[in-house]
């Protein structure tokens, strides 16, 4: 019986690990996308500078390819050099945490 509740409580421990995790998470990509809105739009509702895809109409994985191909040069139209200037310094995960962010903008 003590096994069980010790496993309970490693189980209750994981997921609210994995709360503060996630949340912290969203804190940050909150936290990036301060210098996303000013283009982009609060809720990622404008076309940066004329040019760009709405982005609040992206699914996580199409924002991640976005960004990881800004990044490294394979992705992108007219944005793409003011772009990759913008994303350079992100992290995997600060670009996973900024995609997550904004999907929940919606």
């Known amino acids: 019986m003590k096994t069980i509740t010790i496993i309970s409580t490693t189980v209750k421990s994981l997921v609210v690990a994995g709360a503060i995790i996630g949340s912290s998470a969203m804190a940050d990509g909150a936290t990036l996308y301060k210098k996303c809105a000013g283009c982009h ?5 404008k076309v940066a500078l004329g040019k760009s895809k709405i982005i609040a109409n992206m699914s996580e994985a199409e924002l991640n390819t976005a960004m990881n191909g ?3 040069g394979s992705y992108g139209g007219p944005m793409k050099g003011l772009m990759k200037g913008q994303v350079a310094k992100l992290s995997t995960e600060e670009i ?3 995609s997550t962010y904004i999907t929940s903008l919606k």
């Open 41 to 45: 739009g609060m809720n990622g509702e």
């Open 96 to 98: 996973s945490s900024l």
């Open 70 to 72: 800004y990044k490294d």
